[in-house]
C-alpha cells in the first residue's frame, strides 16, 4: 500500500473521529476534548485508532467507542482497531481552544490550562459576568463538572474541573 493512500486515509479516519459529539457535553466534539491521541496505519494497513477517556470509569467511554466504531465504518476507511490510552491519562489542558469557547456558550465554565484548583480561581457567571460566585458541590451532573451560583442574579451554573 502506497503513502499516499494511508494519509488520505488517516486524513478522513481524523475528520471523522473529530466530528463526533461527546454524549455528556453535546456542543463539543471528540476533537474539541483532545481525547482522539493518534490516528496512524500499521505496516498491514490496519489504521490504529487511539482514544483515551477523560477519566478513569467515564460513563460515556463504552459509547463513545462505539460512535467511533461506527464513524470510521461509513467513512469507508478500510480495517481499523481501536485501542483505549490511558498513559499519560488525558487532561483537560488538552481540550482546545474552539472546544473551551463552546463550553462558555454552552454555559458552562471551561478550565483554564493548568489551573491548579477551582478554589484557587475567581469564577465569572457565564450568564451575567458577575465575580460574585460560590461553590454549591464539587460534584455537577458527571463527575467532571462542579455545580456553583452566581450570587448576583442566583442562576447555577457548571464549571468543567482541571483534570
Known amino acids: ?76 476507511i478500510g480495517a481499523f482497531s481501536i485501542s483505549a490510552v490511558l498513559a499519560p491519562a488525558w487532561t483537560s489542558d488538552w481540550i482546545s481552544s474552539e472546544g473551551r469557547r463552546k463550553l462558555h456558550e454552552y454555559g458552562i465554565v471551561p478550565p483554564e490550562p493548568a489551573a491548579p484548583s477551582l478554589q484557587a480561581r475567581q469564577l465569572a457567571c457565564p450568564r451575567c459576568r458577575s465575580l460574585d460566585t460560590e461553590c454549591l458541590s464539587e460534584f455537577g451532573s458527571t463527575p467532571c463538572k462542579a455545580l456553583h451560583r452566581c450570587r448576583a442574579c442566583l442562576e447555577p451554573f457548571e464549571v468543567f474541573k482541571c483534570i
Open 1 to 76: 500500500m502506497s503513502a499516499a493512500p494511508a494519509d488520505a486515509r488517516i486524513e478522513a479516519a481524523w475528520r471523522a473521529l473529530a466530528s463526533i459529539a461527546d454524549p455528556e457535553l453535546p456542543p463539543l466534539t471528540l476533537g474539541d476534548l483532545g481525547v482522539i491521541r493518534f490516528v496512524r496505519s500499521r505496516p498491514d494497513g490496519t489504521l490504529e485508532v487511539g482514544l483515551s477517556p477523560t477519566y478513569t470509569g467515564c460513563p460515556a467511554t463504552d459509547y463513545i467507542r462505539q460512535r467511533a466504531e461506527r464513524a470510521l465504518i461509513e467513512a469507508e
